[in-house]
Every structure is written in structure tokens, then in C-alpha cells.
């Protein structure tokens, strides 16, 4: 049976801990301690990153000496030794793993799509980095905003039941923008409910699903009226297509 927990590292990350008949993975591990930690004498079969941003990438030198496991990721980091591009499939754990480009954030970005056969059917795991976030989306560090909104748009195209697990708990702080886009949005005010819930007693807010995120990320949701029409109050031309709406919305998030 196929187990996905987090570690927590650093204030707010979260490093994926995937583990399937002993043989342990993980993703984005920012910092060595904590994996090694949670391994617990454990072996480490291996090491995926999504982007080349420090607290995503800063463990692999010592995980590698320590466990000397292969690292699967964009060619451009250091410490990869599997190079990873769009469209390449690869076996994790007894799994096909789908790899997706995903620009924006960085230009290097990848999203991993793992498919778990269970006795329900398929279930889809995305390891989206720092893409695609609970209730948000990532800064536009190095790509444009027509970049990374065909690249959530990608995202957001994946089955509703898929299972996102980002790095960070933003979750709350992402709603709380979300709320401010979108007031009406009824699901959305539950959802802040239901997270400020798990908050207070200091609960994990993920994974989430595409389908929770497609009802209540504005990132997601830019060609919804309501939030066309807030991009027009926050910058935005009248009547703004949806990538200027996502660029609105961007802009307004970096500084709320």
C-alpha cells in the first residue's frame, strides 16, 4: 500500500515522504536532517525535485552522501542524475509517473503525476511544487503570466479527484486572498472554515483535490465574471481576457 506523509522543514515547507513495501522516496527535500529523521535508519531509494529553488533542492548533496540514491529532476540542477523533461514517464515504486513542464515560478519547473492503482480505481497523485498552491499559485520568479497560466491550466485540466500535494502551508493566507477576489463564493468561505480549523490545531491543510481548487482558487477561476471584474478594479483592462485577469490577480496577490 502506497503511503504519502509530510515532513515538515523550514518554517512553512512541506518534503514528501512516499513509501511503498519499505522502499522509501521523497520530494523536494530543502534541508537532509528532517528526511533523514523520518527515515529512521531507513534506506532512501531515491530523491525528485521540482524546481532548482534552494528549499527544494538544498538536502540532495547530503541525502546523496548519505544514502547515495539517484535524484530524478530538471537537468539544470546540480546533484541530478536523472534528467527529467516534459512528456518523460518513469516507474516509481510500481507506479508510472507522468512528467509535465510546468513554467512560470521558475523556467525549470516540473509537476510529477504519480497513478495508484487501488481497488476503487485509479487515483492521481500530483507533486506540483511550488506551481500550483492550495488556494494559490506560485510567484512569477523567472516565467511570464502566459507561461504559468497555461501551466495551471494544464494542471487544472487533470481529474477533479486528483490528490495535490504543494510544498508549502500557505493554504489559509492563499483563501483569505481568494476571499477578498471572490466574496460570493460560498464553497470558498467553507473551505476557510474548514482550514482555519485545521490550523488551530496545527493539522496539515493537504493534500487538496484539482476539483476543491478548481471551486475555490482564483488562479483557476479567471474566467469566472466575478473575479474578471476584480482584476478590472485591481489594473486590469475592462472586459480583460483570462491571462490578463491571472496577471491582475498576480500582481494584486504579491502585494496583499
Known amino acids: 500500500m502506497l503511503t504519502i506523509s509530510p515532513i515538515p522543514a523550514f518554517n512553512d515547507n512541506y518534503i514528501w515522504h512516499l513509501e511503498r513495501d519499505g522502499e522509501h522516496w521523497v520530494v523536494d527535500p530543502g534541508e537532509a536532517q528532517p528526511v533523514i529523521d523520518a527515515l529512521a ?8 525535485i521540482t524546481h532548482h529553488h534552494l528549499d527544494h533542492t538544498g538536502g540532495i548533496a547530503e541525502l546523496r552522501e548519505h544514502y547515495d540514491c539517484p535524484v530524478y529532476g530538471p537537468g539544470s540542477i546540480d546533484g541530478v542524475t536523472e534528467p ?4 518523460d514517464k518513469i516507474e516509481l515504486l510500481g507506479y508510472p509517473v507522468r512528467v509535465m513542464a510546468v ?8 509537476a510529477l503525476l504519480l497513478e495508484e492503482n487501488t481497488s476503487d480505481g485509479q487515483q492521481y ?6 506551481t500550483l498552491f492550495a488556494g494559490g499559485c506560485g510567484r512569477l520568479f523567472e516565467g511570464t503570466p502566459e507561461q504559468m497560466y497555461a501551466s495551471l491550466s494544464k494542471l487544472g485540466a487533470l481529474p477533479p479527484e486528483t490528490l495535490v500535494y504543494c510544498a508549502h502551508e500557505y493554504t489559509l493566507a492563499n483563501l483569505r486572498f481568494a476571499a477578498a477576489a471572490e466574496p460570493g463564493n460560498s464553497v470558498l468561505q467553507n473551505r476557510i472554515s474548514e482550514t482555519e480549523s485545521l490550523r488551530a490545531r496545527d493539522q496539515v491543510t493537504l493534500p487538496s483535490t484539482i476539483g476543491e481548487e478548481l ?10 465574471p466575478a473575479l474578471s471584474r476584480c482584476a478590472s478594479n485591481h489594473g486590469a483592462e475592462n472586459n480583460p481576457g483570462e491571462v490578463a485577469v491571472f496577471a491582475s490577480l498576480r500582481k494584486w496577490k504579491d502585494n496583499f
Open 41 to 48: 535508519g531507513e534506506q532512501l531509494a531515491g530523491i525528485l
Open 84 to 87: 527529467l523533461a516534459d512528456g
Open 103 to 110: 513554467p512560470g515560478h521558475t523556467l525549470d519547473h516540473l
Open 125 to 130: 497523485h500530483l507533486f506540483c511544487g511550488d
Open 215 to 224: 471551486a475555490t482558487n482564483p488562479f483557476l477561476r479567471c474566467h469566472i
